[in-house]
């Protein structure tokens, strides 16, 4: 069963120790404190930021859940297996901890590309690849080309959305073309998705100092802060300025408002002015907001990307931003990290390999989830919890067919 | 007027005092954070899980609150009482909030089994009496068994299960045999109740680590953290498992994930490789998901006990089976705590105090919340806001006699 | 654009740097975390809080939202211009985010004020206009005055609650002198403000403590801790002593519960018994009762100041509440703060000067907002959020005049 295959690999292939934190005790309670929010972010806020839909809550944010859950495991032993401790144990700490759900968050960008498509079978077996793909990824960037990702707003989000999208591609549904019914927010789930969107922003300056250096930290936390607010003030203008009647969209809102986290994530830690960090803020709102409006239609119609939350406008766009940023601030500035010269060319080559890889990586990913073996579920029934859940009554669709559903889309038949 | 009785019996009968902690500083700020999440957990956390009934949402989180905020008053009092300071006086400090907050675990445990049947003013007598027996059973545990149990497994879950079953068998209502029409979730309920799983889970580290040992803080996070994530597969692959459909259970999800917290309480300090507390938090989330399943009802039809909530599957079980891991363990290694030898037979005098006491205090405080004089709302109005809160129209039951609980469900009757 | 204001005004008159903390490693990752802790209550807490109305939960929770992430923008500038650094610089740190979230609360206050009446671009000159106020009379309390004011009873929740009903005074609306249809609750907007509500109860501690001496810190959270949790008993038992049939009413349990941590505030880190925090808390539930159930409905009806929220009740009452027991506390017992004799002199001074300019302010503001020329909403579509947002078909009004806000309300109009 799938919950025993890491720990099954844990208990054949390693031992594991505790390794308590050789360095100092404030950066300990630092990381400890930056572990925390990442947590929060990975499980409530991804997880109700894609409750949007208003039949689709349980799905968010259950099977996020498991996902996430899933996916730290899995995580920690990637990690692992590429940053291995003295004697080839596994270091389990803190920073492992970290590590193990910032590889959880590609996964969960590429769930809300697929969201309403997929069913928990794919969705492990999604994260079971983009996991492994994300390590080989991270240990180019950092070890072989040795480029700076902070915030990780190539390895973690421009990774995961173009992973998720080549997936979604793959997958793509004619049938899906014109609107689904179910494809769409209620009241009450666009206030939900905002509990999501608030505690993504509120944490996401722990996101991108949670690794930065002890001295570093203060800064990578102002610049993200500032980033997010100058990207939010952005959005809402934005948002009713290129309305009609010049209402504000709840998608613009929820979404692109956090798109300055992402882009500022690169530089976050490098020296540069908080004026600069609310630039590259104000610019990723903009290119958020105009993705969602005129971008992701396209991408649907002609080039069949089917992109449920519109991850390629919140993690995509904006996270090359952030590696273009990063590639403008070490040309014009030299800057070393951990004893290592940042140039240019590094960062071009971090940005060239994450995207390379992501998309290479989701192509196969998405080829293996086509297979019929999996149990698709049908148009019919996508965006739509029932499913996959028992839904309380009132909620129930009386033109599902459950027969339908019966045959294809059983979590038990796979396991 | 209950908000008095603390107040007063601190005036009176104490010089309470500002104790300033005279550990390091690193300490007192790591027990400052686990604090906050402890806190967290007991007003978000336990107050949003029990949103899942579709017409008990104000009182869930309403009358937490109110047992919360009334229970951590008299909690402070009663450790103080067995706890002295210098001079006699009650210490107030990080570590003191801490173990209040922990007391009133006890009573929102207990809330869990006779949610919806029950009044406020049974449920301040039940705080009452249930943290002051609490406290007796604390100090058996630590100071006359001294027996280890850092996460509370025992002292605060199985204790609280054992506490509320043991009230709701003696309040049992042959009326509610046949499921009532309220006794069930909505679509958005089940939602908000995901609001409290997921701080629960995420937060639970700090719970189980909030009074350890300094040098035991990040070994006590890494065992809970895996042995939730451990718990949360199993739950998920469980659930849909034991489903003729396959499907997801959302009672199973909101609850049985959490059991691993629950379960790795006592051992979580101990000298324990991170692969055993996963096993610990995949036996308990098997335990729980088959409690839910296959006991509840059973408990309901044969023995009379109506757990609202399923606290026997998510606390009560799983607390067993930390103690019982706690007892396996320190027979299989010695160890010290507190520069006390820890034995198996000191853990097991530990649990078999917890549930005797627990039994013996509940099954106590059920003959007195049973009294006529408390004002029992009728097996009618059972799972219904409307007996306590004004209630926005559209909810409001027209078949609710008005008559009927303004005789019997006043809470300023009380007064 | 709004937006690019203060960064234009950053880089045209400023040179902004990344001040480090020069205080101590603890002291730092103490303020660090109270800054999280505050930054979840102003977007989260204030946000959620005001999510009560059924139909304008995306004006609550969104437009909190954007005047928030303008706000902090506007107040790091403005904390610059008063408190600026060596060579003319505006320091950016931790504490000068804390600050600028600080002075973001009072223009959330005044939102709950005047909450539904007004429209995004009126709030956005509000929180511009409200914050500068709040800067010259934080200057008066604390450089004048020399008075103290640790968590801000008078500075901010006094000033922002004065400063709003005298807006909401000068945008009096004779239409809605019998209650809007919209104003109302519904059942599940009931239970999102209870996240705002627990959210900000749980956290007010840190909000009292965030600029406190490192070694006044504990003492602050406890007094605070025990001040709400009096308070909360009390209104628990008011509310259900003033109904008629003994019903708990949920906007009591959703803002009284809170009066203790406003009341606490200025005295939260003087030298009194957690007794006597306590008693504070007691008599800010009972006055913010009082006030909800008996006061609120004078002021509407004979002084014309229609107080959505009851700001008056949560922040203004229980604000003074705070500055008199200041000035209770300095007059009989001797205190020094940062080598100045506080007096109670100096705090009736600072309680005066507070009041008075938030009044002032109010008023000049709201003339200023009255102004034919930024789109007021009509009395017809107050309370609903399709003024201002697209809303989900379900929730749309059929009776709204669609060609009536196109020509008042449009943000874009104004940008």
């Known amino acids: 069963m799938t919950a025993n295959l890491p720990s099954d690999v844990m208990k054949c292939y390693l031992r594991i120790h505790h390794a308590f934190p050789e360095n100092s005790i404030s950066n300990s309670i630092l990381q400890e404190n930056d572990f925390k929010d990442v947590h929060v972010m990975i499980f409530i806020g991804f997880g109700f930021l894609m409750t949007f839909l208003k039949k689709y809550g349980f799905t968010s944010v259950g099977i996020n859940m498991l996902i996430a859950a899933f996916g730290l495991q899995w995580g920690t032993l990637m990690q692992g297996f590429l940053h291995r401790g ?16 910032f590889s959880t968050a590609t996964a969960l960008i590429s769930f809300g590309a697929v969201l309403g498509k997929t069913n928990p079978v794919q969705m492990l077996l999604l994260t079971f690849l983009e996991i492994t793909a994300f390590a080989v990824n991270e240990y180019l960037v950092t070890e072989i080309f040795q480029a700076t990702d902070i915030g990780a707003s190539m390895t973690i989000h421009a990774f995961g959305a173009y992973f998720g999208l080549a997936v979604t591609l793959i997958l ?80 613009l809102i929820q979404n692109a408002t956090l798109a300055g986290g992402v882009a500022v994530g690169t530089c976050a830690d490098l020296t540069i002015d908080p004026f600069v960090a609310m630039c590259i803020g104000s610019i990723a709102g903009i290119i958020s907001v105009l993705g969602f409006r005129f971008l992701t239609p396209v991408l649907a119609s002609k080039l069949k990307i089917q992109d449920t939350c519109g991850v390629h406008n919140l993690h995509g766009l904006p996270g090359i931003l952030g590696g273009i940023a990063s590639i403008v601030v070490t040309a014009t500035q030299p ?7 940042l140039t240019a060319g590094k960062q071009a080559s971090a940005l060239g390999s994450t995207i390379g890889i992501a998309l290479l990586g989701g192509a196969l990913t998405g080829a293996i989830l086509r297979l019929p073996i999996w149990g698709q579920v049908s148009d019919q029934n996508c965006f739509d919890d029932s499913a996959y859940w028992e839904v309380p009554e009132e909620e129930k669709l009386p033109e599902i067919n459950s027969n339908n559903y019966d045959e294809h889309s059983r979590f038990e038949a796979i396991m």
């Open 86 to 101: 003295e004697g080839g144990k596994i270091p389990l700490n803190i920073k492992s901890m970290i590590n193990a759900d």
């Open 172 to 251: 793509y549904r004619p049938g899906l073309k014109n609107k689904h019914a179910n494809e769409e927010s209620s009241y009450h789930s666009d206030i939900f998705a905002m509990i999501g969107t608030l505690f993504l922003w509120l944490f996401w300056p722990s996101f991108n100092s949670a690794i930065a250096a002890e001295n570093d930290q203060t800064k990578t936390i102002i610049n993200t802060y500032y980033s997010l607010a100058a990207c939010a003030v952005i959005t809402f203008a934005l948002s009713s300025l290129l309305d009609q009647r010049g209402k504000f969209s709840m998608v």
């Open 335 to 341: 800057e070393t990290k951990k004893g290592i010269q």
